[in-house]
Nanobody
Framework: QLQLAESGGGSVQPGGSLTLSCVVS????????LSWFRQIPGKEREGVSC?????????HYSASTKGRFTISRDNRKNTAYLQMRSLQPEDTGVYFC??????????????????????WGPGTQVTVSA
């Protein structure tokens, strides 16, 4: 059983940056793909990004975050990261990291139904406002 814990959320002005961390315990993170989802008020939970297992050679991003966010992983630290730049008010929400087996595929990484057997963190709040 994996346990995930996000950190690094907070309040930032538009145009600012934050880096989220996701520390995983209970097993070796190497085996798992790692995704970030967010829950924006009034909207369904949406996929932000994912990175494949082991070396993390493949990443995917949503259209709204591509070019601004960067996902990475450090298996030695059992930690994944989400660097967020040029943040805008519409990025405000709760950000969740999710560890799953073989979940980072271009065809379905953003589909919540693929994560029914995945492990979720409790989330961290990101607020972007002037």
């Amino acid at each position: 059983q994996l346990q995930l814990a996000e950190s690094g959320g907070g309040s930032v002005q538009p145009g600012g940056s934050l880096t989220l961390s996701c520390v995983v315990s209970g097993n070796d993170l190497s085996y798992y793909a790692l995704s970030w989802f967010r829950q924006i008020p009034g909207k369904e939970r949406e996929g932000v990004s994912c990175i494949t297992s082991w070396s993390g050679s493949t990443t995917h991003y949503s259209a709204s975050t591509k070019g601004r966010f960067t996902i990475s992983r450090d298996n030695r630290k059992n930690t994944a990261y989400l660097q967020m730049r040029s943040l805008q008010p519409e990025d405000t929400g709760v950000y969740f990291c999710v560890a799953g087996l073989d979940t980072c595929h271009a065809e379905y990484w953003f589909n919540l139904r693929e994560y029914q057997s995945a492990f979720w963190g409790p989330g961290t709040q990101v607020t972007v406002s002037a």
